[in-house]
């Protein structure tokens, strides 16, 4: 069957790194998004990957294997706005998306 | 108006009560989508619209009907509804024209079936 697998909750500190791991298992592939979610709002897209290496968009970057389903969301220089549910999402070969149960990153000042 | 916007934010229902979900996008796009958010899962996906046929329909009871009366408007129809389906429903957009692009979301209706 089809899956995704992300750690259901994250504690960093303000100022410091931390890294989200997302693996997936798909019929086909087709790419990876990760959206942020605040609490009570809509999810918003962050970042798409589909060729294997790391893409940065200022504090965070998103890095992707595809030979080992592997994909992770790094965010640096934390600050508490960044305190928010990241979705981890892997596109199939039918072009559907394959969701993750979500990852609630806590941030402590 | 920001980009997709839902109606009502929150909503409580007994469950013999008829009542509409409503979504709207100002972003131009030709898809439009209905998912399910319920605490600690993913994502359910509950209906697709491409260019206002719908095309994806994945097993949800008939209890819900969506509606999709032209590309910038989409409904959800709720009558006699369980407990069980109290969750975020969510709308989504976005520009299907056979590739890959993201979906943006509206900030959902809370449901709460008592």
């Known amino acids: 069957g089809q899956n995704i697998d992300q750690p259901t909750e994250m504690t960093a500190t303000e100022g410091a790194i931390v890294q989200i791991n997302c693996t997936y298992q798909?019929?086909?592939?087709?790419?990876l998004f990760w959206y942020q979610q605040h609490a009570g709002e809509a999810p918003t897209f962050l970042s798409y990957?589909?060729l294997d290496g790391l893409e940065e968009k200022g504090r965070f970057s998103s890095f992707l294997s595809r030979s080992k389903g592997y994909s992770y969301l790094l965010l640096k220089e934390l600050q508490m706005k960044d305190s928010a549910s990241y979705l981890c999402?892997?596109?199939?070969?039918?072009?559907?998306?394959?969701w993750g149960a979500g990852t609630k990153l806590i941030i402590k000042p | 108006e920001t980009g997709v916007t839902q109606t009502p934010r929150h909503l409580v229902m007994g469950m013999t009560n008829k009542k509409s979900l409503k979504c709207e996008q100002h972003?131009?796009?030709?898809?439009m989508y209905w998912y399910k958010q319920s605490a600690k899962k993913p994502l359910e996906l509950m209906f697709v619209?491409?260019?206002?046929?719908?095309?994806e329909n994945n097993s949800v009871p008939s209890r819900f009907s969506p509606e999709c009366p032209n590309s910038s408007h989409l409904f959800l129809h709720l009558h006699t509804l369980q407990p069980e389906d109290s969750a975020l429903y969510l709308c989504?957009?976005?520009?299907?024209?056979?590739?890959?692009?993201?979906?943006?979301f509206g900030n959902g209706t809370r449901l709460t079936v008592t």
């Open positions: 989504a957009s976005s520009q299907d024209d056979g590739g890959v692009s993201p979906l943006h």
């Open positions: 972003l131009g796009h030709n898809a």
């Open positions: 619209y491409s260019l206002e046929e719908r095309v």
């Open positions: 798909t019929s086909g592939f087709n790419g």
């Open positions: 990957n589909v």
């Open positions: 999402a892997a596109m199939d070969s039918n072009y559907q998306l394959i």
